[in-house]
């Protein structure tokens, strides 16, 4: 599942692949100053855009996927309240075991 949204939010969850939140950005140039600069009209717009991202991740899950989904969510969220990084997949991880 991908989801674009208007403040260039990318949340992407593969086939049987964990959640990842991502930000495009017009040049690979940018400082880390400008990454943080999202372009949202106020707390309201801001919500309204994780809600519908939200609403898009969760459509046609069921049972326990809807779960899962939901948790990776909560991740993420708990990720930005404490100031951490997102996570940076493993290139190597090709998510079979013994990898």
Known sequence: MLVVGAGGVRLDASEGGALVCKKRYA?????????????FAGP????????????????????????????EIITIVR?????????????LDDGLPGG
């Open 79 to 91: 990720q930005v309240a404490s100031g951490l990084p997102p996570e940076q997949g493993n290139p």
């Open 44 to 71: 309201d717009d801001a919500k309204a855009e994780i809600r519908a991202a939200v609403g898009y991740l969760l459509r046609g899950a069921t049972g326990g996927a809807r779960g899962d989904i939901v948790q």
């Open 27 to 39: 040049s690979e140039a940018m400082s880390m100053s400008d990454q943080d600069d999202w372009e």
